[in-house]
């Protein structure tokens, strides 16, 4: 991963850059312009180099926050919801996002975010049994052991192949996002050829050994308000 990872940095060149690299990396640069500017004494030529610069800074900020935009919306599943969101956001009518959740558990109003998120760990990860014995009792279904058909003998997973990781490789989405691995699925798809033995190592080994890398147990849980009291928690399902 260290020298696929240095590879990709010190080797390829990316087509475009998301507005915050380019703010950042402009801004750089315009920093260190603006500190010669300050401590020596330039020549004309240089003083006009950097209003040169300083105006290209600001045209090419105000194209790419237009294209930003363009790409929210095109981009988005639910273009509409995407476009209002941008008009409420240049208008300043923002959501509520900024809220501060709080909770009420019996008597006490819990505000620390660390026990927020385990009172709402422990909500979500035992609400499935809660409905199961609701079922049962309801009679929804008689006796659910019975409509199970359990194998009695061991479940054998055959191991992963590298034709299998390049056919499941081409039904990736071209997305730039990267996860915990900073390893985007365009990248992916485009390096496969190069990789495809590596990653069918990768997948191969936990299959053989039954120990999975504890990066592919993680999942990122955000309580998502329904209605009602924000306060009870309740009204937030888990997404």
Known sequence: MDIFLF???TTILYKGQTLREIKINS??????LN????KFTLTREDVEYIKKYQNMYKRVLQEEKKKDKYRYVTEASNKTKAVWQLINRI?????????????KIGNNTISNPM????KLNMYFTNIVAE?????????????PRQEIKHCPNSIFISPVTEEEMVSLTKNL????????????????????????GLLTNIYNVPLRSG?????????????????????????????
């Open 131 to 143: 409905l199961v014995k609701q079922n049962i009792n309801n009679g929804s279904y008689n006796n």
């Open 7 to 9: 590879c990709l940095e």
């Open 173 to 196: 989405k071209d997305k730039l996002m990267a996860g915990y691995d900073d390893i985007s699925e365009s990248l992916v798809k485009q390096c496969i050829q190069l990789i495809k």
């Open 91 to 103: 208008i300043g009518k923002t959501q509520e996002d900024d809220y501060k959740l709080e909770l």
């Open 35 to 38: 500190n010669l500017k300050r």
């Open 211 to 239: 120990v999975f890398p504890d990066e592919w147990k993680l999942a990122k849980v955000k309580p998502l308000y329904k209605k009602g009291d924000r306060h009870n928690i309740q009204n937030y399902r888990p997404i």
């Open 27 to 32: 801004s750089k640069r315009m920093n260190i």
């Open 115 to 118: 026990e927020i998120t385990e």
